[in-house]
């Protein structure tokens, strides 16, 4: 079960605003990691939350009885982090939302089991939004014995 995750940013406040609007929840400053750093929590009883760092932070080891930190390294463009996160909205909540933004968003059947919103974060970190349609589908067919009849045959010897 995830808790949270981290992402990084161009407008950490923004984005953050936005993924806790489509959660119905709520954005605060977050500076524990880094300076300049928001987190949206989605006000459940997990504490489901994404931290949003500025865009040239990475998280690097801390020596000793210490806290990993930020560190400003330069900007890049595109990750290959990725969430899919459950949204009470509907699909044209999504996509009016994403409009707004001025973020590119579509809807996707991935591998024909299940949809999402491709939900493009700034153009340039991709999120999947899963309406509660789409969380019944993907539930259906993401459980862990459907991962290993998908999977399992195609592992490299």
Known sequence: ???????AAHDPRR????????????AFYFPPVTPG???AVAGDDRGTAVEVYPIDTVLREEEGDADSFGEPTGETRFTATHAALATPLTMSEVMAIAAREGWPAKY?????????????????QMMELLTSEMQAEYLAAM?????????APSAPV
């Open 1 to 7: 079960m995830l808790f949270h995750l981290s992402i």
């Open 15 to 26: 984005v953050a605003e936005v993924i806790a609007e489509m959660w119905r929840g709520e």
């Open 37 to 39: 750093s928001w987190i």
């Open 108 to 124: 996707r059947k991935r591998g024909g089991a299940f949809g999402v919103i491709e939900l493009w974060i700034e153009g340039r």
């Open 143 to 151: 459980a862990g014995r459907n991962y290993r009849a998908m999977f």
